[in-house]
């Protein structure tokens, strides 16, 4: 069994930084992801990393404004969000696979936290 528990969401002006955490137990997590799902929209992938951290991908939408990183010691995935706009209120959640696969889809994700609330006021 493994459990993902994400923090670190929050109301924030435009502008504004935030950090999500992930925090993995249970087992060892290799591919993890951050997605995100506005109210009434469908879940849409945020960023992806790698086991080593080596390797990282993000959606156009987000590039050089946010960053995903890892802390394997402390079993923790990050997601640094840096000039917030009120289109990136959603709820977060943390994803992780044990099978190689698209980055993209949730189906290619084993396992999903309970998510963390992010909103961006104008």
């Known amino acids: 069994q493994g459990q993902l528990v994400e923090s670190g969401g929050g109301l924030v002006q435009a502008g504004g930084s935030l950090r999500l955490s992930c925090a993995a137990s249970g087992r060892t997590f290799y591919d993890m992801g951050w997605f995100r799902q506005p109210k009434g929209r469908e879940r849409e992938f945020v960023a992806g990393?790698?086991?080593?951290?080596?390797?990282?991908y993000y959606a156009d939408s987000v590039k050089d404004r946010f960053t995903i990183s890892r802390d394997n010691a402390k079993n923790t995935v990050y997601l640094q969000m840096n000039s917030l706009k009120p289109e990136d209120t959603a709820a977060y959640y943390c994803?992780?696979?044990?099978?190689?696969?698209?980055?993209?889809?949730?189906?290619?994700?084993?396992?999903w936290g309970q998510g963390t609330q992010v909103t961006v006021s104008s």
């Open positions: 994803a992780a696979r044990l099978y190689s696969g698209s980055w993209y889809y949730t189906s290619s994700y084993d396992y």
């Open positions: 990393i790698s086991w080593s951290g080596g390797s990282t």
